[in-house]
C-alpha cells in the first residue's frame, strides 16, 4: 500500500521516510509517543462511553461520546492502513488460525504482534455539544447561500457559534505540534506553516494529508478571498508543493489541493490530500480545488464575495435551522 515507486525517485525522502517509521517504533519500543508522552499512561481507560456517535465497517473508523473524569469527550478510533514496510514482519511473527478452506481458498484469524497492531485514537476533551454533533451520523440537506444569505445568515452565525481556534493560534505561536511541521514560510503577508493533519498517521504517503494554515488571522474562510490574496495562495500552493515533494516524494500531479466551504474552522486553511484517497470532505458539494479559486479570482476580484455557493450541512447544525428560519429551505 505504500507508495514506496515515488520514494524510490528520491532516495534521501525514503531515507527520510524510513527513518520516521524507524523513530515511531522505537518510541513505542521505549513507552513514548510522538511527542515523548508516556504511552504506559492510558488516559482513555477512565472513559465512560454514553453513545456511539457513528461507525463504519468499510473505514474501520467508531466514534464514541462520553464522559472523562466528568467531562464531556468524544474518542475516535481508527484501524490504521497496512504498511508496505512491516510486512515482511507481519508474514514471520504474527499467529495464524484457519479459519475455512475450500479448494484453492482459505482465510484465517492472523494475530499481529501488538507494535504491528495499532489503532488511531483522538480523544477531543472537553468536548461541546457541537464536536458531539460534528460526529454524528446524519442526514445532509444541500444549501444554496448568496451574497447576502452570507451576510444576513451565515455570518452572525459563525461569529456567535463556531469552533474555536485556540488549536490553530497554539500552532502558529508553536505552542503545540512544532516538531511536526513540514515547512513554514514566516512572512505576515505571505506567509503560513504546513503540517501533517490530524487525521494523518504518516505512516504511509497512501492517505497523505496535511494542511496549510496561513499566518494571517483575519480570513475567515473562501467567502473572505479577494484578488488581494491571490499572492498568498499562489505562495501556498507553490511552496507547499515543494515542500511535499521534497519530504515526501509525491509530485503536484498526485496531489489534491483544496479548501472546505463550510470549514470547520474559521481561520483560512488548505488541504493538501493524495489524489486517490478518499478524505473526508473532498466531494464536489464541499471541496474547491485551490487552482480554481486562483482561476476564478483572477477573472473576478470578488468572485468570492458575490457568487452563490452551495454546500452541504447536517440535520442538527444550527446554521442550517437559521436558513430555514429565514424560509431559504
Ligand atoms: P475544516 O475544513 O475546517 O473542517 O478542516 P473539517 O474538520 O470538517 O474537515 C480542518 C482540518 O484541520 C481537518 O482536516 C482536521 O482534521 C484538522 N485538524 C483539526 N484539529 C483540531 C487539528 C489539530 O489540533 N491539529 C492538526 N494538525 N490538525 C487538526
Excluded at 3 to 21: G, H, M, Y
Excluded at 133 to 160: G, H, N
Aim: aromatic share 8%.
Amino acid at each position: 500500500m505504500a507508495d514506496v515507486s515515488k520514494r524510490e525517485n528520491n532516495p534521501e525522502a525514503t531515507e527520510d521516510f524510513s527513518q520516521r517509521i524507524k523513530k515511531a517504533k522505537t518510541d513505542h519500543e521505549d513507552g513514548r509517543g510522538e511527542n515523548g508522552e508516556e504511552s504506559g499512561k492510558n488516559v482513555l481507560s477512565g472513559f465512560q462511553t454514553t453513545t456511539v456517535l457513528s461507525d463504519s465497517a468499510r473505514e474501520k473508523t467508531i466514534f464514541v461520546h462520553g464522559k472523562l473524569a466528568d467531562q464531556n469527550a468524544v474518542v475516535i478510533l481508527e484501524k490504521t492502513p497496512i504498511n508496505e514496510d512491516i510486512l515482511s514482519e507481519i508474514f514471520k511473527a504474527s499467529t495464524l488460525e484457519l479459519d475455512i478452506r475450500n479448494d484453492i481458498y482459505s482465510t484465517y484469524r492472523l494475530q499481529a504482534p501488538p507494535h504491528l497492531n495499532e489503532m488511531k485514537a483522538t480523544l477531543v476533551c472537553p468536548a461541546t455539544e457541537k464536536h458531539v454533533k460534528k460526529y454524528q451520523r446524519q442526514e445532509s440537506f444541500l444549501v444554496e447561500e448568496t451574497a447576502d444569505d452570507y451576510q444576513s445568515i451565515t455570518l452572525p452565525f459563525i461569529q456567535k457559534q463556531s469552533f474555536s481556534v485556540q488549536w490553530v493560534y497554539n500552532i502558529l505561536e508553536k505552542k503545540a505540534e512544532s516538531e511536526r511541521i513540514v515547512f513554514e514560510d514566516s512572512d505576515p503577508k505571505l506567509g503560513f506553516v504546513l503540517l501533517p493533519d490530524f487525521k494523518w498517521d504518516q505512516k504511509q504517503t497512501d492517505n497523505l494529508y496535511l494542511i496549510a494554515i496561513t499566518h494571517q488571522r483575519n480570513i475567515k474562510s473562501l467567502r473572505d478571498l479577494r484578488s488581494e490574496h491571490l499572492p498568498l495562495l499562489q505562495n501556498i500552493l507553490q511552496k507547499g508543493k515543494e515542500a511535499i515533494l521534497q519530504r515526501y516524494s509525491l509530485p503536484a500531479s498526485k496531489m489534491r489541493v483544496y479548501l472546505h466551504y463550510q470549514p470547520s474552522y474559521y481561520h483560512l486553511h488548505i488541504h493538501f490530500t493524495k489524489l486517490g484517497y478518499e478524505a473526508p470532505g473532498c466531494g464536489v458539494e464541499r471541496a474547491h480545488l485551490l487552482t480554481d479559486v486562483i482561476q476564478n479570482l483572477h477573472s473576478d476580484p470578488h468572485y468570492y464575495k458575490t457568487r452563490t455557493l452551495s454546500f452541504p450541512l447536517r440535520a442538527d447544525d444550527g446554521l442550517l435551522g437559521q436558513f430555514k428560519k429565514a424560509g431559504k429551505l
